[in-house]
C-alpha cells in the first residue's frame, strides 16, 4: 500500500511515513522511526504503518505518531 494511499495529505512539509519494507529513503519516506522522527518539523505528524520497530527513541520535540489502523503505537 502506498503511503499516499494510506492517509490524506494536509500539509506535506509537517508529515513523515515509516515503514520498515520501503525499498528507499526519501525526504518523506523513512524505514525507521528514528529517521522518520529526526526530520519531521516540530508539531508535525509520523504516520506508521504496521510492524515492529525494535529502537530506543529520544523524543524532544511536539509531534504527533499515528499508527495504520491501531489505538496503539
Known amino acids: 500500500m502506498s503511503p499516499t494511499n494510506f492517509f490524506k495529505l494536509q500539509d ?3 508529515t513523515t511515513f515509516v515503514n520498515k519494507n ?22 508535525g505528524t509520523v504516520y506508521v504503518e504496521n510492524g515492529i520497530f525494535d529502537e530506543q527513541l ?16
Not at 34 to 41: F, K, L, P, Q, R
Open 22 to 43: 520501503f525499498p528507499d529513503e526519501s525526504k518523506f519516506y523513512y524505514n525507521t522511526l528514528e529517521d522518520a522522527i529526526n526530520n519531521v518539523s516540530d508539531k
Open 58 to 73: 529520544v523524543i524532544s520535540k511536539p509531534l504527533k505518531l499515528v499508527g495504520n489502523n491501531k489505538s496503539i503505537v
Open 12 to 14: 506535506k512539509n509537517d
